[in-house]
Structures are given as C-alpha cells and as structure tokens.
C-alpha cells in the first residue's frame, strides 16, 4: 500500500469513528431526554399542558354555517341521566311496542320531560353521586349517548374548555380529547406511540417522543382523562380481519382508568365497553337554550321573527333542539315564510338548502355570462334560478347522499368514497353525453356548506384518504337523498347509464325500503317533492287503482306536518283525502293509549 492510499484509509476511518461518535451523542441525548421525561417532574407535566393548549386552540370554537365563529360558552348541552338497567329495559319495551311511530325529531315537550330534574350540570359531572352499580363514589367511566348532532362533539370541546380553565385539575393532570374515526389515520398501536403521533408534532422529533412518554406515565398513574368522542363512528371498521388489531387497541383505550365516552345509540357496541359507572344522554335545546341563543346572534328584529315562526309552526319545534339546525334557521330568517303552520318539512328544507347555496355560489364564484355574479344578484335569483346555477353540486350531493343511505345508511365518507362517488357520475354524463363534470368538483364540494369534516388536525397530504366527510346533518343526507331519487321517478324515459336508477328500478327501491323507519323522512321529502301522476305513482307504486295504506300511513304519520299542510298539499286519490282520513283514524288510535300524556306527542 502507497503513502496516498494509507492516508486515504487512515482519512475514512477517522471520518467512521467521527461518525459513530456523532451518532452516539444524539442517541445519548435522546436517552437523557427519555429518562427526564419519565420523571414525574413539574416542568414535564407543565410541558405537557403547553403543547396541549396550542394543540387544542384552533378547535375551541363553534363554527356556524354562515362562516362565522361562535364561542362555546354560547353552546348549550344538556345532560340528563339515564335510569338503571331495568329501567332502560322497560323503555326499550315500549319504544318496540311503538315502532310504528317515528319519534326522531322529538317535539319540545319531549326535551323538555327527558327528566331534567335528574340531569347534571357540566361541572358537576365528577361530582360523589350514586353509580349504576347502586354504590356511591366518582364515577370514572361514563358513557354519552345522543343523536347526531344533538352536541356530543360540543360537550368534548367543552370538556377541555373547563379543565383548561381549571375544572377538576385535583383530579387530572391533562384531559386528551381524541375522535375514535381517527384511529385508521394512525399507525401507532400502543399508547405512546398514538400520544406522541397525535398530539405532539407527529412523533417525529425527539421531544415529541419524551413528551409522548410522559404523557402516557401520567395516564398509567391514572391522572388523564380520556375523552373518547364517536364509538359508533369506529366500530364498522374493527368487525372485520383487518380490523382485530384495531379493535384491540380500542378496547385498550376504553379500559383506561378515567373515560367519558361518545356515541350515537345506533351502532353502539356495549361489547367493547367497560363497566360503565354513569350513562348520560344529550337531549338537546330547551326552550331557554333556543332563546338565549337566539339574543345572542341575531338582531332584535330577527329574534322576533324566528320567534315568532318557531311558535307558529309545529314542525319546527321538533328541530330547534338539534343545535345545527337552529343555525341553519337563525341563518335563513330572512326567508321564513310567515304562513307558518302551513308549511311542509320538504319546503322548509328546499328554503335552508337555497338560502345556503346562494351563500355557496358567492364563494365558489359561481358566473353568469361570464362575469362573476355578486351577492345582490345571487339574492335576487328565483327559486329555479338558484337551482340551476347549483345543479352539478346538486347532483353529486343528491347522489352521495343516496349512495350513502343505500350502503347500510352510511353517514361519513372518505376520500375514496368521494371520489367513487364522482367516478360514477362522470361515467354516467359520459354515456349520455351531457357534458363533462368539472375537473376541481371534488374540492368544490368540499367548500360547500353541505360537506363537513372534523377531521381538520390530519394531515390531508399524508391522510387524506383517512379525512372522515359527513353532511350538515342528517337530515339534510336525507333532503338529497329524496331529491336525487324523486328526480328518477319523474323521469319518464330510463336512463341510458346502467350505472343510473331507471324509472322502474327506482320504484323497486321504494318497494324494497317503503317500511323502513330509517327511510321514512326521505319518504316524507319524496312525497314533497313529486307532483302529479309521479306523486299519485308514489303512493300507489303498484297500481294508480290502488293505494298501499300502510305506506301512505307513514308517509302521513306522526312528526309530519301532513295534518296542518295546505289542501293542495294533501294526498287525494279521485275523491278520498287519504291524508285526513289516515289522521283521524291515527289521532283515534293514540287517543286510546292511556300511557300517552298528549295527542300531540306523536303527531
């Protein structure tokens, strides 16, 4: 070996060991970073505190429909207890002796029974209180149930609101806030692992790491409180092969020593669930929560005038108690019609759904000969108008939505969804030759008012397939949903698509779904939208000679408006008003039913 090559040699040895000593003193560092943050230091525990404040700032708001934000303190939940086993028993009894009766939107007398008197305000919810398991001590886990969009997700931010503020800091160090559907989005199977990929800067950094440590010692210790929101929203996807280490790590979570615990009651799997020592359901506005809210985002004049609207009008006082959908109203005021008790469900939806696309078509720039239309024109467009400058936004959404009630009533949707979905409908305008969709639609739809996703904290780079997207409300799934498939049964001509519903093909998933309650406000919507002989072919389906009573029996039936609609509105076949002759024979059949405090509950 020449001189040259020794001193080359000697050169990457030396450059070997400076190499390994550089990576042995940032593995040094990380180890010292690692054991003082498993001490349970004070600084360590404040750290902790600090990155979750920041980490939770964007998300401690309420954000309207009109864009604006609201502050939680303006955000009612009301949480009333729910009675011992046996009790609930009896309930489920009569809820199946009643399942004939739809009674999701509950009236406010309904909320206003749901047994307030043993409901808890939020502060006193780690109060000593007696348990379900008939002994007296704090509970630690507690299972909530409510509605979709009754306030489940506002009752979490809340819950981090008040322990931010100091609530309940000598029982719990930190309280984590995490939304079960997220769970797919992240690869971490362990506790720390998940802590640190969440909450701090995505695990990729040392101190994420330490703080990850930590933050799991401290729920060891059982200092954490753990808010886990949406159990019904996570269970589909553990029930399958793919899903046995997810769902393990599931019930890892839920065993944690101190748990409040979200769900819709459909989809609830108490299998996974833990001894539950308190169950709470949240039950919506009262009327003082409708007011209060009200004084505090509308002006004087506008709180008379939805006053006076929600008191005129029956149906309506079965919605108000869903925070979303007073949003909705208080952002329409301006379009409420004044023959209040005359209006039907479909046109108070058909209302909110234009109002909120006029906002929609000023953000989207939505142009007219060119030139971009401003709000004044937008305002002053009629109904039809409004439905044609919207009509390619319409159809995804209507269909979606429609897609999504007959995958098993899906609710949320990925990007794959999304854009299977679109995928459809491009190659159905392609069939037909009706025109291309736009390239952007996807991420047009997105920005509607009607998409909505909680899912904002994931990276939508990285997980954007994993980003959970749901409607407004359910209802509003179920408003387009009808009008995609009343839009096929006025068709006279089938479709050319195979991908599409043809006439027939459309009256045969009305047959097949005509009895399910899950169906039966997109029935009601339907039957708003149909006019003329589609309308009577609706209720007859089989034969215009015919009429299916059972069907046209819900379509009437209790929590419509059927009993107060316009004449014109009502169904006749030739000279029978099946609409009040189906009412009174309903309103004789309730008045029997000596357990009923009023007619009016169930109609």
Known sequence: MDIKQEIQSSGSEVKGAVDQIGADIQQLRADTRLISASLPSQSSLED?????????????????????????????????????????????????????????????EAVERADMQSSIPLEQLFNKRRLRGGNEDIPKTILVQGRAGIGKTTLCKKLVLAH???????R????????????????????????????????LDQEGVALGHALATCAQKGRVLFILDGLDEIVADTECDKGIALRSFLRT?????????????????????????????TVGFSQQNVNDFLVKILKPEAVRTVQCFIHQTPLIQGLVNIPVQLDVICFSWDSLPMDGPTVTMTELYQLMVRKLWCKDALRLRKTAGGMNLTSRQISKLAPEDIDELMATELQHLGYLAFKGMKNNHQIEFDEKALLSALGDLREYRATVKIGLLPPQLLETMKQTSFLHTADTDLDASKSGSQQAWYFLHLIFQEYFAATWIAQHLQVKQPHPSARMMTVE??????????????????WWMVAGLLDGEASEEFFALSSLRSIDIRFANRLVGPGTTSSRLKTGDQLCVGSVNVSLALMSARKSNVARQSELESVSDLL
């Open 172 to 203: 719990f160090d930190t309280l984590l806030w995490f939304p079960l559907r997220q769970l797919k989005a992240f690869k971490a199977r362990t506790l720390e692992g998940l802590l640190r990929e969440k909450f701090f800067t995505q695990g």
């Open 253 to 281: 979570l839920l065993a944690q020593q101190h748990v409040v615990i979200t769900s819709r009651p459909s989809g609830l799997d108490r299998s996974l669930l833990p001894s539950i020592d308190l169950e709470l359901e």
């Open 164 to 170: 931010q503020t100091g609530l309940w800091r000598d």
């Open 505 to 522: 093909q459309a009256k045969a998933f009305v047959q097949e779904h005509k009895y399910n309650p899950q169906y039966e406000i997109v």
């Open 48 to 108: 902790i505190q600090a990155a979750l404040k920041t980490y939770y700032a964007p998300y401690l708001f309420i954000l309207r429909v009109s864009g604006d934000e609201l502050d939680l303190e303006t955000c009612f939940v009301n949480l009333a207890i729910v009675e011992a086993p046996a009790q609930r028993q009896m309930e489920k009894q009569y809820l199946k002796e009643q399942a004939a009766v739809f009674h999701r939107i509950q009236s406010f």
